[in-house]
């Protein structure tokens, strides 16, 4: 007679990794150790590929690589303590660029737990990863009850995608992990009155929607701002028909860069404190704005009582924390993306705006240009970019580090149809473009994966050129080599007198020779510091089978520019435009400034 599978024992690792895997979660990364040994050891034994990496942090973001691919829950693991610890960077990370990722961390065995909290520590490596991180999660709870797991596993996977997605933790003690239970009776969050509670869905409202769509009716000089929350609530089919139908002109966040090709006819530019010039001007002269997944932070709006002072702005986000919190808002509506812009579609129709787009357009012909200039035979890396992108067609996938080079990208890069560009602007950690590239490119089979990094951020997490070779991941490495942290000299020029400390190598910080480096863990390497090399140097990376790296130096007093500066409005950037022609750049702005009342 089969015997009852109420009556059926499990270790709680195997109990875990199996609901993962049925739930079609096949993959995670980690850096092992003792504490995380037996769950490690259950992926092992059944088919679970969890990849080494050799740091926790990129093992962190590795995982949001595969998160950011697969539209799904990306996996990270680490032991107890540095482990545990490691990985906070990451889990920022994940959670500010609102990424879905599990982490599980193991713990020290319950009974050598410093439980009341009296004692510094008790077990070896023994670290409350709990309440470390309990600020920068959407979850985070120590699971000590063997009998819990799969309420605990079956709650923090819920959250992670429920809402405004973001990392869940669960801590693991080592015997916890090793207990078994009866899979049968154990006790399950999906049907359970707290799943009812927490789930979280808003019916977009007819009355909103039909409220917008007059607004983009009566507007005279509409603009649309796309934000990150288009590409994570999948809404990018829906924006795109409503820019259509409603002939809706656009501008973009730096996170938002990639829902919809930036070379649109109706794509105006990224906005913001390094955004392009002509992006800025546009929404100073709008009388509406209609903001979809976008947080309207500092860094995109600059000087607050300055920004689109004289616009409508309609804010539509999933997280009602983000609305009305940084400027005055005509409407500010909770709500899925996607769900609403499919309502409000319904009942917009396309409207000519011909003197506004001549405007427009006239504004990205004048400013949409490269404002700064290299020396004869120096590499500008703007133009660089351009070359690159001229190289990658619809779908591709690229990741971007963040300093100087993330900002010469954005100005650089023309977005195709279905291309992924996976970078960070919340957390904004350097070294995370390489393990990100790696978890994107594991997650789709090996995929080609082009990485954009610069030399300070390549340091931070050089060691995982080696998880690159191992598993024989096609990934194209460019690293803009300008031995400096430009971004730093540009701030430290501006505001610290001209006192450059840790950024160039006069004052502390340089990097190596990131050819000899790339090929001593075995990857074919080039170099180009001259522009006359930098084409057939391109061509070569693009064509070479099989990973590879790419060092292109560039000057190190090209910056970031144009940028803003904080007493100033946005579209105010330095270096400054001639006063009269400034006023021009405006004329929209300053018509609505000497008629409030029309």
Known sequence: MASNTRDKKIKVADYAVDYLMRLGITQGYFMNGGMIAPIADACYRKGFELFTMHHEQAAAFASEGQAAVRRDV????????????????????????????????GQVNTYESNAGGERRQVGFQETDIVSITKGITKYAKLVNDPLSIAYELEKALFITKDGRMGPALLDLPFDVQRSNVYAGRLKHFVGSEEHRRLTHKINPGIKDAVLVAREISISKRPLVLIGHGVR?????????KLLEKANLPFVTSLLGTDAIPNGHRLCYGMIGTYGQRYAN???????????????????QIGLKSEFAKHAKIIHVDIDCTELNASVKEHMSIESDIGDFVGVVLQY????DRVKWMEYLDMLRSRYGKSEQTVREGQIDPIKAVSMLSSRYADGSIVTVDVGSHQMWFAHGWTTKNGQSILTNGGMAPMGFALPAAIGASLALGKREVLAVTGDGGLQVNIQ??????????????????????????????????????????????????????????????????????LENKIDWLTRH??????????????????KSRGNLPVHDMFPFLDRREYREAIRYARKEAMTPNK
């Open 348 to 351: 917009v129709a396309k409207k």
């Open 74 to 105: 990306g996996v990270a693991m680490a032991t107890s303590g540095p482990g545990a610890t490691n990985l906070v960077t990451g889990i920022a990370s994940a959670y500010f660029s609102s990424n879905p990722v599990l982490f599980i961390t």
């Open 281 to 299: 001007l546009a929404t100073a002269n709008a009388d509406m704005i209609l903001v979809l997944g976008a947080r309207l932070d500092v860094r």
């Open 232 to 240: 994570l609530s999948d809404a990018v089919k829906e924006v795109a």
């Open 545 to 562: 089978k099989g990973p590879c790296l790419l060092e292109i130096k560039v000057p190190q007093d090209y910056w970031a520019l144009p």
């Open 464 to 533: 995982e050129l080696q998880t690159v070779v191992r598993n024989k991941l096609p990934i194209k490495i460019v690293v803009f080599n300008n031995n400096a942290l430009v971004m730093v000299t540009q701030f430290q020029s501006e505001f610290m007198e001209g006192r450059i400390h840790g950024s160039v190598p006069e004052g502390g910080y340089d990097s190596p020779d990131f050819v000899k480096i790339a090929k001593a863990y075995g990857i074919p390497a080039e170099s180009s510091s001259d522009s006359s090399t």
